[in-house]
């Protein structure tokens, strides 16, 4: 299992930028992954190197982090055992030195993290998910007395209607989503949701809106300017598709207000409204008292601890609270979220912090404070499926993908479909009971 070749290379993401893929190797045995990349990204991230002053695609380049690993990051793992990943991720971490990793490049750095992962599941001769479960029980181990628990088929949230920097700013809110809480199984969930964006898509079309093309998630993106019209149209293409909105399908909003807040007023520029903290709470509250919502992520500005505060005293025993910007995947900034009693979820990408044991450490801490994680993908994604083994792996209980359009994001649905096939007896599918328990709990 020892390391004997690391090559990283630039190649394409879903939206035609430079991103960084890398491959493993040792005794014939190949891993290799492909790193995501965000348009909608915190202050707070891990630090995502690119060339800017280059001219090779538009200052966009990743042509130095690709260095990095050729010639820094994977000459220092060569002879280390691929299995082990918490020490390759700590190695990586060191070489870098930075607090942000802004020296070599997250991106380069969770390249070779991810593709290590890769590179040991086929040198063991299991799937990625059984591999990341043992990694995942590794570091349950060194964190916390408390059980990994057993893997588990995440609940999809599915990306329906785009604004914001996901669609050009048609919208102020970034997604409106739908989430399948009755159905009994992923399988179904999953038609449920195909369902539902196909009615959506018709029904936007009839009203005079766009319904054909869509966002960077695959989501539509209507010239509609309200919030509560856009959730009134997935809520009338869930009963379309034959289903019933709050015990069927539910719905959650990514907000995204980091990008419209500015000197402690929110900017809504498509609604024409500027709002403080306590306005955009009482809007928050009002679409969840006229809709089924039972999910907001970043219904406050990052730099907004008061607004948090008020918004989680007010809606944290009705929806899930998700921190994005606010924690960035990062267990220091969810460590002071747990110590202000703000929010009740963090959203988990692994690019935002860099490598998979770091990710499995905000997964646990969040676990261990009942927060409830949410695996998620990024904006600018790519055919990897690796978060569907991550969730499933990390029983992380739900996933954010995007849309049920472009490959990039089928890739994932795709991959739980074979998990949840593996693991039989529906792969331990909670769906929307997780919602049910922890809202009773937290009343």
């Not at 009705?318 to 267990?331: A, E, M």
């Amino acid at each position: 299992m020892q390391i004997e070749k690391v090559l990283a290379r630039e190649v394409l993401d879903s939206r035609g930028r430079p991103t960084v893929e890398v491959e493993v190797t040792f005794g014939g045995h190949t891993g290799r992954s492909i790193v995501p990349s965000g348009a909608s990204t915190g202050q707070f991230e891990a630090w995502e190197l690119r060339d800017t002053a280059d001219h090779w695609y538009d200052g966009t380049s990743v042509r130095t982090a690709v260095k990095h690993v050729n010639e820094i990051l994977g000459p220092a793992i060569l002879g280390l055992n691929a299995a082990d990943q918490q020490s390759i991720d700590q190695r990586l971490i060191e070489l870098d030195g930075t607090p942000n990793k802004s020296r070599l490049g997250a991106n380069a750095i969770l390249g070779v993290s991810l593709a290590t992962a890769y590179a040991a599941a086929a040198g063991q001769r299991v799937r990625l998910d059984q591999h990341l479960h043992q990694v995942w029980r590794d570091v349950t181990r060194t964190q916390t007395s408390q059980e990994a628990g057993p893997p588990s088929i995440p609940l999809p949230m599915v990306n329906m209607i785009s604004g914001g920097l996901h669609a050009g700013g048609n919208l102020d809110f970034q997604d409106f989503l739908a989430i399948p809480v009755g159905a009994p199984t992923y399988r179904v969930a999953l038609e449920w949701i195909v369902r539902i964006y196909r009615h959506l898509g018709k029904l936007l079309n009839q009203a005079g809106f766009e319904g054909t093309l869509v966002g960077d998630e695959g989501g539509y993106g209507p010239k509609v300017t309200s919030p509560h019209a856009a959730a009134e149209f997935v809520v009338r293409a869930i009963e379309a598709a034959g289903l019933q909105p709050g015990s069927d399908v539910c719905l959650g909003l990514d907000v995204a207000s980091t990008h419209f807040y500015e000197n402690g007023v929110y900017h809504l520029v498509a609604g024409g409204q500027e709002l403080n903290s306590a306005q955009m709470v009482d809007l928050l509250e009002d679409l969840v008292s006229k809709y089924p919502i039972i999910s907001i992520e970043d219904g406050i500005a990052d730099a907004d601890w008061d607004g948090w505060r008020l918004l989680t005293d007010r809606l944290r025993t009705k929806v899930q609270l998700i921190g994005d910007d606010l924690f960035v995947t990062n267990h220091v900034r969810l460590q002071e979220g747990i110590k202000q009693d703000v929010a009740n979820s963090v959203l988990v990408k692994v690019n935002q912090i860099g490598t998979i044991s770091e990710t499995m450490q905000t997964i646990r801490l969040a676990l261990d404070n009942d927060y409830w994680p949410v695996i998620s993908a990024r904006s600018g994604e790519t055919e990897d499926a690796t978060i569907a083994d991550l969730a499933v792996a990390t029983g992380a209980g739900q996933i954010k993908i995007g849309s049920v359009a472009r490959s990039e994001r089928l890739a994932k649905y795709n991959q739980l479909l074979r998990l949840e096939e593996y693991l039989g007896d529906h792969g331990n599918y909670q769906g929307g009971k997780i919602f049910e328990h922890r809202l009773q709990r937290d009343a």
